[in-house]
């Protein structure tokens, strides 16, 4: 009853908010606008569906800015990772999408302002909208956080120009994410053997995760073959990943420690600079499939609407 009671509550302040702060704002003049969001509170695959979209895009020639919230620093540092050596993807990192947004399209310079979730921000008018569903659109008030796992529903987003949901939990999904493999620092392979797995410390394999589907990441771990002996789960975004990780692999340096991409982001100092990466430390590296059809309705949309 509670619960219900401050989901009724929380979403009660959400439409105020957006009535009083997040008015739809001017669209842009230049570039294309793009967002990518979902309605969970977190884990959805935004980050890496962004990262596939940037990449795809530069493919084709096209200059690209992606903003990520500055509260999501890991998931800033992680595209900044995947896109060093490409000159047409830059990354931003901000407070205030629909300004900054407004103040690179003034230069003229990116044909494309992708926005790493920006979701809930009714002022970002214009766009094309990816909504990442898992599960079915909500529209009743216990879907709401703290009841469900939902930001906002159905009726909080009217009057989208262009509005595409990506089917990721279904039988037939527009997206999989899957572990391709797990590898270290080096990318040396984690004792892949042909017929499974083989332990060359103790065999007790920890996972460390702080990311929004902390299970499903387990799961996939799972079912990519990995067989997970313990599991320690911290908030997305959380600042003491990073050293409560690192003591924990060099205190059981006879255990092996396995984390996301966007965990290995993590591991870097206040200034930028990368932290020592245990030789027991291994990333699970993701790979993002999209279906022909589906990606195929990307690109016409994209680039000739």
């Known amino acids: 009853m509670l619960r219900h009671l401050a989901a009724f509550c929380y979403h009660a302040i959400y439409r105020l908010h957006h009535k009083l702060c997040l008015r739809p704002g001017a669209p842009l003049k230049n570039a294309r606008l793009v967002v990518v969001g979902s309605y969970r509170t977190g884990g959805a695959g935004k980050t890496p569906f962004c990262s596939w979209l940037a990449e795809s895009l530069s493919a084709r020639g096209k200059r690209v800015a992606i903003l990520c919230h500055k509260v999501a620093f890991d998931e800033a540092a992680m595209l900044r990772e995947n896109f060093s050596k490409d000159p047409n993807v830059e990354v931003f990192a901000t407070r205030n999408r629909y300004r900054l947004a407004h103040k690179i399209d003034s230069t003229g310079n990116f044909d494309f302002v992708l926005c790493d979730d920006g979701f809930e921000d009714s002022r970002l008018t214009g766009a094309t909208t990816f909504a990442l569903l898992w ?80 299970e499903r990441f387990c799961t996939d771990l799972q079912e990519h073959g990995l067989p997970v002996t313990d599991k320690f789960f911290f908030k997305d975004h959380d600042r003491r990943f990073a050293p409560k990780l690192l003591r924990s692999a060099q205190k059981h340096r006879d255990e092996t420690f396995v984390i996301s991409e966007k965990d290995a982001a993590r591991l870097r100092d206040r200034a930028g600079n990368p932290l020592p990466f245990p030789d027991n430390l291994y990333i699970a590296r993701q790979k993002t499939d999209i279906s022909e059809t589906f990606a195929h309705t990307v690109m016409n949309e994209l680039l000739n609407s």
């Open 135 to 214: 599960e079915d659109v909500p529209t009743r008030t216990r879907d709401l956080w703290p009841l469900g796992n939902a930001r906002s529903l159905a009726k909080d987003h009217p009057g989208k120009s262009s509005f595409i949901e990506v089917r990721c939990g279904s039988a037939n999904p527009d997206i999989r994410f899957v572990i391709d493999k797990v590898s270290n620092k080096a990318d040396n392979v984690f004792c892949a053997a042909q017929n499974g797995w083989t332990d060359h410390r103790n065999g007790k394999i920890n996972v460390f995760c702080g990311l929004g589907a902390p």
